[in-house]
């Protein structure tokens, strides 16, 4: 069981190139979620998606697109990498849980992104 | 403007004493509250949660409280192990559009 895929693990960027983070998960979760891990400011929430075919703005939506084709996947892409993106990116995915069961969000391993 | 916040960057706690990790929350919308562990080089991975409509969780060594009024959560892991060293998320999620937010995270770190 994969659960939560994240592809690639590392990368290096020079300003203005753009990329693609893909995520998969094996879970049949509806909500699928970006979020970057910066030092002292936790893990913030870039994009979201509440099923196949949606996507919404997060905490940090600037310069970051997203797309959820399938419900098994969700994409980020950045358009033109800027220093300040450097950081950590993690995927998630998730039930809408009720009652005690099923709240939580599954990370993925995250992928290290550094744009020189 | 930070939600969930944890103001305690780091913890040291001696092997078998317990450990006390705190978090406040500022949006009254949030319904339920979560906790993670994260290694180095890994993602975060579930620990405990706790509805906003109960006060305590306990799972084996982790327990969770949660004082509405105060808009503040704990987690107290008893008895400390070198094994729980890592950073600890606390997290708060909203129904409306199950988003989960985040604080800043807490390095504990267990002194064998």
């Known amino acids: 069981n994969a659960g939560v895929t994240q592809t690639p693990k590392f990368r290096v960027l020079k300003t203005g190139q753009s990329m693609t983070l893909l995520c998969a998960q094996d879970?049949?979760?509806?909500?699928m979620y970006w979020y970057r891990q910066d030092p002292g400011m936790g893990l913030r929430l870039i994009h979201y998606?509440?099923?196949?075919?949606?996507?919404a703005k997060g905490e940090v939506p600037d310069g970051y697109n997203v797309s959820r084709l399938k419900k098994q996947n969700f994409l980020l892409g950045l358009e033109s990498a800027a220093p300040s993106q450097t950081s950590v990116y993690f995927c998630?995915?998730?039930?809408?849980?009720?009652?005690?069961?099923?709240?939580?969000?599954?990370f993925g391993q995250g992928t290290r992104l550094t744009v020189v | 403007d930070q939600q969930v916040k944890q103001n305690s960057p780091s913890l040291s706690v001696q092997e078998g004493r317990i450990s006390i990790l705190n978090c406040d929350y500022t949006?009254?919308?949030?319904?339920?509250f979560l906790w993670y562990k994260k290694y180095p080089a890994e993602g975060p991975t579930f620990l405990i949660s706790?509805?906003?409509?109960?006060d305590k969780n306990e799972d084996g060594r982790f327990t969770v409280f949660l004082n509405k009024s105060a808009k503040h959560l704990s987690l107290h892991i008893v008895p400390s192990q070198p094994g729980d060293s890592a950073v600890y998320f606390c997290?708060?999620?909203?129904?409306?559009?199950?988003?989960?937010?985040f604080g800043t995270g807490t390095s504990l770190t267990v002194i064998p």
């Open positions: 998630a995915s998730s039930h809408l849980g009720q009652g005690t069961k099923n709240t939580e969000a599954f």
């Open positions: 998606s509440v099923g196949e075919g949606t996507t």
């Open positions: 706790i509805s906003s409509i109960k």
């Open positions: 997290a708060a999620r909203r129904y409306t559009g199950n988003q989960f937010y």
């Open positions: 879970m049949n979760h509806e909500y």
């Open positions: 949006n009254s919308m949030f319904d339920y």
